[in-house]
């Protein structure tokens, strides 16, 4: 016998061998139609009885398989099976034996991440706080079901984003992967999100779950809070969120919450997002929160990303020892299985295709357009009158080329390259500062083709006021730029910006600043400007959209999701809390193994409780620069007959009219006082309708008030309850214009 044959032979004997054992595995299968398939195939049983088939197969390596993800450098040991991650933040091995798919992951927060590196294509929506700031349920859910789409054709089928952290610190680098102060904003409009996301058959995730406020020492950090500031305001967001869309998937988050890590905190996991809200998804670690199998898997943890510290090896002797019961083990399984069934994934897997780039601009141009605030208008100095803006000054922040973008796991590959480097370079690493190929001074070029359209850099104040003198109107572009892993020094715009605006404010009273921020900025210079539009990271067509809005051709809607303060001293923390050096690492290369340990703990105590944003301010009596919800348009409404109908849910009627002379939508909020007994801050957001008018039309507006929206939670009873008492409730078009009012007893 020659080696040849000898091997040959040997290859045939252990494939016999392969056979007889995968034939020993042959799931039981069903006759359903023609063709022979497993039971849970049969997509008439519920999500839940096709995962408890699947499960009966499985063996135990086979589970243990599915609970976590193959690894990422930097972050631990990575498996050979990585090989075929579709080249996204996570991946989980499938089971072809059962038919069941791999998992693929991919950051999708603002749109799908990775494309550039990978050798495709994505759009830049504008960012999760600008969604949050048009107010607009189809705008969510569209802004969900265009990441789904992309992420449908590269290849991935579960999103990672629905970032939905209030913004008890806005000097949070992450800001801008949020929604604003608000559980009931932020709930709605990341259900809306997840529901145009799992409309499209990818499994949804909302996260960090919970209370990473602050990006300094998130590995570390512990933070304390009162249960019942807990649930009424950043787990209530995560409440709603899940009860508008049943998102599959919660990633937990990084940061200790009263003593226990978020990944391993059973109050968190199993008391609340699982028994209180009837969570049947599954919980993902964010990447490297998991510190422990059996602890974790006790608390409610399903899934460890990205590899297998603990939920591999280490999970698979704490079945076999008893230490992790196997029931505790099997309902992990169930969960993720019964996900990918309810989801859609295994019925409906993506399929590779060319992303719609043009529906993609569309999609996200009309957005930007819902999402710019305009936030200060003197003497009707916008919308620009193109046959009488003979000269304009664009000023400042690449303007010329682009538009900042968010940084960290959030961002997006700027399709054209980063707009600040030559053709072909700048490839994006991690916290570079990205800025999307979308020129506004190209933009306002076109809108006005008989101004004359000149750009100052802005690096030289005096050379910027110099050319602003010369112009009717200038145009300051300010750009305040954030990322994941860091935190802001202060809400200063950076960058000697704000000495920029004033010296081109002094030289031209038509003077317009359009904010690329994050996080709210403060304005020393807001008095001298005649014109102030936030746009946020207006993605990858902010500069059509700003141009539409600065010449009429759309009326601002948007309305602030946070609160602008005028300085950091008015917020509830005026000094963010950094680490102490003990509890951080330097990046060293094994850094994952101090941090799978866990570092020492350091506290964050939010001892403002209730009081999030604009509650806040209000129970302080602080001044803001420009309260939560606010908002102006081009037009003006007014409010009247406010109607308000107690039982068993409260109804609201009242009439909102286009006062003006154009068309345009207005945001009408409803809030509530609530009884004094409640022990609540002065008001709280309870419900909104975003309301599109025609010059002088009226409308009227009804409004079922959820009976959530105006409980407290009550830590005793461990429940919401409704205090009875009297109700008074306010209507208008921002937090602190709010014209109607009227009072209900409720019992
Ligand atoms: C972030 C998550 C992200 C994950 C995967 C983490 O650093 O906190 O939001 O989904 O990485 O990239």
Known sequence: MNLHTRSLRMNSLSLGIAILSSLALLPAFAQTGSEHKPAWMNNRLSPDERAALVVKEMTLDEKISLLHGTGMATLGPVSPLAVKSNGGAGYVVGIPRLGIPAIQMSDAAYGVRNSGENGRYSTALPDDLAGAASWDLDAAYEYGALIARELRAQGYNMSLGGGINLAREPRNGRTFEYMGEDPVLAGTMVGQVMKGEQAQHVIGDIKHYALNDQESGR?????????????????????????????????????????????????????????????????????????????????????????????????????????????????????????????????????????????????AQKIAEQSIVLLRNEHSQLPLEVSKVGSIAVIGAHADVGMISGGGSAQVDPPGGNAIMPPGKGKPAWQAHIWFPTSPLKAIRAKAPHANVQFDPGTDAASAAALAKTADVAIVFAYQWESEGMDLDSLSLPDRQDDLIAKVAAANPNTIVVLETGSPVTMPWADQVSGILEVWYAGSRGADAVARVLFGEVNPSAKLPITFPKSEADLPHPILVKPPKASTTNGEPDAWKTIAKGLPPFQVTYDEGLKVGYKWYDAERKQ????????????????????????????????????????????????????????????????????????????????????????????????????????????????????????????
């Open 219 to 363: 590995n570390a950090v512990n933070v304390n809070i009162d249960k019942r500031s807990m649930r009424e305001s950043d787990l209530l967001a995560f409440e709603i969120g899940l009860r508008e869309s049943n998102a599959a998937a919660v990633m937990c988050s990084y940061n200790r919450v009263n003593g226990d890590y978020a990944c391993e905190n059973k109050y968190l996991l199993t008391d609340v997002l699982k028994k209180d809200w009837g969570f049947k998804g599954f919980v993902v670690s964010d990447w490297q929160a998991t510190h422990s199998a059996a602890k974790a898997s006790a608390a409610g943890l399903d899934h460890e990303e990205p590899g297998e510290i603990f939920y591999g090896d280490t999970m698979k002797k704490a079945v076999e020892s008893g230490k992790v019961p196997k029931a505790e083990l099997d309902e992990h399984v169930h969960r993720i299985l019964r996900s990918m069934f309810a989801s859609g994934v295994i019925d409906d897997p993506p399929e590779k295709s060319v992303v719609d780039v043009e529906g993609g601009f569309e999609v």
């Open 624 to 747: 803001v620069l420009f309260p939560f919800g606010y908002g102006l348009s081009y037009t003006t409404y007014s409010y009247s007959d406010l109607k308000v109908t107690p039982g068993k849910s409260v109804h609201l009627s009242f009439k909102v009219t286009n006062t003006g002379d154009r068309a345009g939508a207005e945001v009408a909020e409803v809030y509530a006082v609530l009884p004094e007994s409640a022990g609540e801050p002065p008001k709280r957001l309870v419900g909104w309708s975003k309301v599109k008018l025609n010059a002088g039309e009226s409308k009227e507006v009804k409004i079922e008030l959820d009976a959530l929206y105006l409980s407290i939670f009550n830590v005793e009873r461990d429940a919401w309850q409704l205090i009875p008492g009297d109700y008074t409730f306010l209507v208008g078009g921002s937090s602190q214009s709010l014209p109607l009012k009227e009072a209900v007893n409720l019992k």
